[in-house]
């Protein structure tokens, strides 16, 4: 059974930082593209990042570029997004999405919250 | 910017059949996708590369695309399909990867 776990989550200040992290297990981690997608409360599903299997090619949504990094670890099977100089506007529950252009597998989500 | 259309609601009797559209330029050369959001819960991929069905997911969901518009029909529609459907695909480039806004399905 394909599991994704995301985890790193909590209420951070603008301009703080915040490393999520999402643990995979129950599929082949280091044949997949993995991608972050996020959803701000009670607001659509906004792609934010992916990242190659080998991590050779990584791509982000422009206003998250500069800021944000992500990032895998094929020993541990997971997917990692360094958050830097949070904005009010990042926060949203961010989900940890098997593939790179297309989503078949998601984790749970976890929340980020950056206070106005 | 690349925008994917969606109304944002569809209202269906249990047992009839709903249809939620999908509008977008690049849609004739770049394939749909559609993913179901029950409340609370995370996304679920229901459909891919137009009319392809996951496993695990009831035969009562098909998908099409013609021109600009691509479309998720649920027939025979349940109680349990009431939620947020998302379409998304990418721009003709393939360079931007865009949801569309949403459609919430309500059974009643």
């Known amino acids: 059974e394909v599991q994704m776990v995301e985890s790193g989550g909590g209420l951070v200040q603008p301009g703080g930082s915040l490393r999520l992290s999402c643990a995979t297990s129950?599929?082949?981690?280091?044949?997949?593209?993995m991608s972050w997608v996020r959803q701000a409360p009670g607001k659509g599903l906004e792609w934010v990042a992916n990242?190659?299997?080998?991590?050779?090619?990584?791509y982000y949504v422009d206003s998250v570029k500069g800021r944000f990094t992500i990032s895998r670890d094929t020993g541990k099977s997971s997917l990692y997004l360094q958050m830097n100089r949070l904005r009010v506007e990042d926060t949203a529950v961010y989900y940890c999405?098997?593939?790179?252009?297309?989503?078949?597998?998601w984790g749970h989500g976890t929340l980020v919250t950056v206070p106005s | 910017s690349y925008e994917l259309t969606q109304p944002p609601s569809v209202s269906v009797s249990p047992g009839q059949s709903a249809r939620i559209t999908c509008s977008g330029d690049?849609?004739?050369?770049?394939?749909a996708y559609w993913y179901q959001q029950r409340s609370g819960q995370a996304p679920v991929l229901v459909m891919y590369?137009?009319?392809k069905r996951p496993s695990g997911i009831p035969e009562r969901f098909s998908g099409s695309s013609s021109g600009t518009m691509a479309t998720l029909t649920i027939s025979g529609t349940q109680v349990e399909d009431e939620a947020d459907y998302y379409c998304?695909?990418?721009?003709?480039?393939?360079?931007?990867?865009?949801f569309g806004g949403g459609t919430k399905l309500t059974v009643l």
């Open positions: 999405a098997r593939g790179g252009n297309w989503w078949d597998q």
């Open positions: 129950g599929f082949s981690f280091s044949s997949y593209w």
């Open positions: 990242i190659k299997q080998d991590g050779s090619e990584i």
């Open positions: 690049a849609l004739p050369k770049r394939y």
């Open positions: 590369e137009d009319n």
């Open positions: 998304y695909s990418t721009d003709s480039s393939g360079d931007r990867r865009v």
